[in-house]
C-alpha cells in the first residue's frame, strides 16, 4: 500500500515535473510512469521535444554504455501517414521485420499484428514484436492516419534514426518523439 507521503510525491512529480530529496528523478516532461516506493521515487530522465532540446543520438547511447541506464525507450508519434501502409497488415509485419533489421535487434519470434477497435478514433492495427532485449510495440489509429510506436530495448540503438526511419517508412508527414531512460 502507498503512503500519502509517496503519493504526494507522485503528484508532485506528475504536475511539477521533478521531486528532489537524496536522490534526484528527472522527469522533463510529465510521465505516466511515476513508480513510487515508500521511500522515495527512483531515477528516471525522460526527454521530448516540448522539454527543450533532445539529445544527439550520439549522447544518448554515450550515457546509456555508461551503465547506469536499464533499459531506453523511444516513443515515437507519426503524424499524417500514409493511409494505404498503416491498414496494411503485411506492411506492418514487414515493418517490424525491417526496424529489426535497421536497428540490429534480433527478433524473438514473429511479429503479431491485430486489426481491432470497435470505437472508429482507435480502430486500426496493433503490432507486438518481442525482441531478445524487450519489444517494439505500435497502434496505427485509422481514423486520424497516425502511427504510435514505442522501441524498448536493454541494447542501445539511436532513437532519432529510428524516428525518421519509422515516419520514412509509413510517409509520415510529422513525427515527435521522446526518449526514457530506464533505470
Known sequence: MVSMTCYVLALQCFFANRVK???TWYVLTPSPW??????????????????????????????FKQGKEWGLLTSIDLHDCDPKKIRSKEVITQFSIDLCKHIDMKRFGEPVVVRFGADPRVQGYSLAQLIETSLISGHFAEDTNRA?????????????KVSEYCAKYFGAKGVEYSVSFRT
Open 148 to 160: 504510435f510506436i514505442d522501441v524498448f530495448s536493454c541494447k542501445e540503438y539511436p532513437p532519432k
Open 34 to 63: 511515476c513508480i513510487c516506493t515508500r521511500k522515495l521515487i527512483s531515477e528516471m530522465y525522460s526527454m521530448s521535444p516540448r522539454s527543450g532540446q533532445l539529445m544527439s543520438d550520439e549522447q544518448v547511447i554515450e550515457r
Open 21 to 23: 530529496e537524496s536522490n
